[in-house]
Nanobody, 124 residues
Framework: VQLQASGGGLVQAGDSLSISCGGR????????VTWFRQAPGKEREFVGA????????YYADSVKGRFTISRDSAKNTAYLQMNSLKSEDTAVYYC??????????????????WGQGTQVTVSS
């Protein structure tokens, strides 16, 4: 396993939660770090991404304004801060790292490294 996602849990709607993704140097260096999520019975979907130096972030419309991605390259760690959580945010959250073209950052098949996923459950 190249990446390790952690920090998931059970929260109430409207709460905040931060999850993290730790990796080894090669899996992080010069790579996009991207968060995906997968709810039961649904396909894995793009949540957001941060570029190699943290200078640019990209978000799905469903989380824009509520979620924030950051990274600490010295610690080989990326973070997903989730605010104003909704029941529809319930899913297993995965982090991935790779070098897709910007046009492909939402495509799961373009990422080389994956974490094992962490469950986030939002109760209404």
């Amino acid at each position: 396993v190249q990446l390790q996602a952690s920090g998931g849990g059970l929260v109430q709607a409207g709460d905040s939660l931060s999850i993290s993704c730790g990796g080894r140097g090669r899996s992080f260096r010069n790579n996009f770090v991207t968060w995906f999520r997968q709810a039961p019975g649904k396909e894995r979907e793009f949540v957001g991404a941060i570029n190699w130096n943290g200078g640019a972030t990209y978000y799905a419309d469903s989380v824009k304004g509520r979620f924030t991605i950051s990274r600490d390259s010295a610690k080989n760690t990326a973070y997903l801060q989730m605010n104003s959580l909704k029941s529809e945010d319930t899913a297993v959250y995965y982090c991935a790292a790779g070098r897709p073209a910007l046009s492909g950052i939402t495509q799961t098949g373009l990422y080389r490294y994956w974490g094992q996923g962490t469950q986030v459950t939002v109760s209404s």
